[in-house]
Nanobody, 124 residues
């Protein structure tokens, strides 16, 4: 089993920045591709960003390209999501996910482990 704990959420004004962190523990060799997803009230969970275990390959949703950056630190078993130029429509609960697959993917069903989520609220 892999446990994932997110942190770094909060309330920020539009145009501001936040950095989310996700720390993996347990059988971390089972955490290869890592992803960030978000879910706003009344909406489906949607893909935000993903990164490979090698930290070389990344993917982003079109809605966050150029504003969000996903990085990782394998020595710390941690992935980060730097969010800049935040918009009110970025308001959601953000979830970290880990996949046993090495392939970076946008598909939520591929991910095997999920964190509890951290709330991000962007005020206008």
């Amino acid at each position: 089993q892999v446990q994932l704990v997110e942190s770094g959420g909060g309330l920020v004004q539009a145009g501001g920045s936040l950095r989310l962190s996700c720390v993996a523990s347990g059988r971390t060799f089972g955490a290869n591709a890592m992803g960030w997803f978000r879910q706003a009230p009344g909406k489906d969970r949607e893909f935000v960003a993903a990164i490979s275990r090698s930290l070389v390959n990344t993917d982003y949703a079109d809605s966050v390209k150029g504003r969000f950056t996903v990085t990782g630190d394998n020595a710390k078993n941690t992935v980060y999501l730097q969010m800049n130029s935040l918009k009110p429509e970025d308001t959601a609960v953000y979830y970290c996910a880990a996949s046993r697959s090495y392939r970076v993917t946008t598909r939520a069903y591929v991910y095997d482990y999920w964190g509890q989520g951290t709330q991000v609220t962007v005020s206008s």
